[in-house]
């Protein structure tokens, strides 16, 4: 730590910072005009929060040379140059997140984590946030209570009285997905301030995660539908009092099972991304497109995609269309709704006032305690439809490139200057496609009957009066 202060309480300070056992007691600390009484430091973020008052007195008391325009940096940072404080810069990273259009789960996630890592460092310049303080996250992040950064009473706790209160429950490890998901987003947070040149090097530099075990807990949930827990799902004593409520309950479900989609992309369809074939048969078209209510000074959506690979037309086989979808389709046609599950709301950010983007929250919801009802372990949830659907076909020797026609994924680029410069996926028949994800899709028969759908089922909730979102 750079020492603003040549005098015995810098000294002493830095001393507790290496060694912060005890406390640290310092009766009167002047620097220039400020004058501190009666302090009692407890802990090396204590510790650095004095600091942190030492420094800004400093730079208080001296004569302000900073430019009129107010510039963040004056030339080139020299150094020990007190950075920004990591609230400001935190903000300034979420605000740029924000104005880049990341997701608001991914911008939540970066902020529970820059949460915990102010909790400890405290709220000091960015540029003496170093190596010790995220090893001291890490061991916070093994004991702290999962709901730590939503907690207000948890937050006020000093860091060891979470980690004792921790360690006296026995808590469970982190799993290492999560782990890693803090990783990711402590690096990317200080490479950008590296980058912007607000410090000099990154703390999480050498900060390696350990290596990922090649032991599988036996505590983890298989996230795979068997044809018994398929049938106990479907089945018209358990699904029929359940799904008779809205819409939503009755078709996601079986537009899942038998085309793989991501529950995301499932409950934001519009009734125009349902497509008649030219020779028969329903497709749906998974894509975003804009809300023109929503329209201003640029385009905007609610619905979201997952990346470009995600963008996909699916056909839908045989016993989707026995099961009725037809006749609800024309149901919704009738009625004049724009959206296929017009009871799903996309949500709005308390914050921002921007929309959410999700309208799986609350399916999600309804459809893991609706498993959980059912006796599923917890874990399992719409997305094991999808991991159903793509063992299936893997097994029966479906090749991957099919497959990810249907999943929306990625396929790795084997020969990649043929991939880049001479395949033109774009340009080809949309029927050469189509007839391979068909052959793929016939293949998938898991061993279930679903129910079927009578026209003007869902006549009293999609007939005006009820609640509908856009």
Not at 44 to 69: G, I, W
Not at 339 to 358: C, K, M, Q, W
Request: aromatic share 8%; glycine share 6%.
């Amino acid at each position: 730590m750079k020492q603003p202060l040549d005098n015995d309480i810098a000294q002493r300070i830095q001393a507790f910072v290496d060694a912060p056992f005890g406390s640290l007691r310092v009766k009167t600390l002047r620097v220039g005009r400020i004058a501190f009484h009666d302090l009692e430091v407890v802990g090396r973020e204590a510790a650095n929060t004095l600091y942190n008052l030492m420094e800004l007195s400093c730079v208080r008391t001296q004569r302000n040379r900073v430019r009129r325009d107010g510039t963040r940096f004056i030339d080139v940072l020299p150094p020990g140059t007190p950075g920004r404080l990591l609230s400001e810069e935190v903000a300034d990273y979420v605000a740029e997140k924000r104005r880049v259009k990341l997701k608001p789960d991914s911008i939540k996630t970066i902020e529970r984590t820059l949460t915990i890592l102010g909790m400890v460092t405290g709220d000091i310049e960015v540029s003496r946030i170093d190596r010790q303080q995220i090893q001291r996250m890490w061991e916070l992040l093994r004991w702290a209570p999962s709901n730590l950064a939503n907690d207000p009473e948890l937050k006020q706790q000093s860091v060891d009285a979470l980690i004792e209160l921790g360690m006296a429950s026995n808590k469970p490890a982190l799993a290492e997905e999560t782990m890693a998901l803090h990783h990711r987003v402590l690096s990317a947070f200080f490479n950008y301030l590296v980058e912007h040149k607000a410090i000099g090097f990154s703390p999480m530099k050498g900060f390696k995660l350990p290596s990922r075990s090649k032991i599988k807990s036996s505590r983890k949930t298989l996230r795979l539908f068997s044809d018994a827990d398929l049938q106990r799902i479907f089945g018209p004593d358990n699904f029929l009092p359940w799904a008779s409520a809205h819409p939503h309950r009755w078709w996601c479900p079986i537009l899942a099972l038998y085309t793989g989609a991501r529950v995301s992309e499932i409950a934001q369809l519009h009734l125009a991304d349902v497509i008649r074939e030219p020779h028969g048969g329903l497709s749906i078209q998974i894509h975003a497109v804009a809300d023109p209510d929503l329209d201003g000074k640029e385009v905007r959506s609610r619905m979201t995609i997952k990346g470009n690979t995600s963008v996909r037309s699916v056909p839908l086989t045989d016993p989707v269309l026995a099961a009725g979808f037809g006749d609800f389709i024309a149901d919704l046609e009738r009625y004049g709704h724009q959206r296929l599950f017009p009871h799903l709301s996309a949500g709005v950010n308390r914050i921002t006032g921007e929309t959410n983007a999700r309208y799986s929250a609350t399916l999600q919801q309804d459809f893991g305690r609706y498993l959980k009802s059912l006796g599923f372990a917890k874990g399992i949830g719409f997305h094991a439809f999808r991991h159903t659907l793509a063992t299936d076909l893997d097994d029966q020797g479906i090749s991957e490139t099919d497959l990810a026609l249907i999943t929306g994924h990625a396929v790795e680029k084997r020969a990649p200057v043929l991939h880049d410069n001479y395949y033109h996926p774009g340009e080809r028949q949309p029927q050469h496609r189509r007839r391979r994800q068909q052959q793929a899709l016939k293949a998938y028969q898991p061993n279930v009957q679903v129910p079927v759908y009578s026209l003007g089922q869902f006549d009293q909730v999609l007939s005006t009066g009820n609640v509908f979102y856009p």
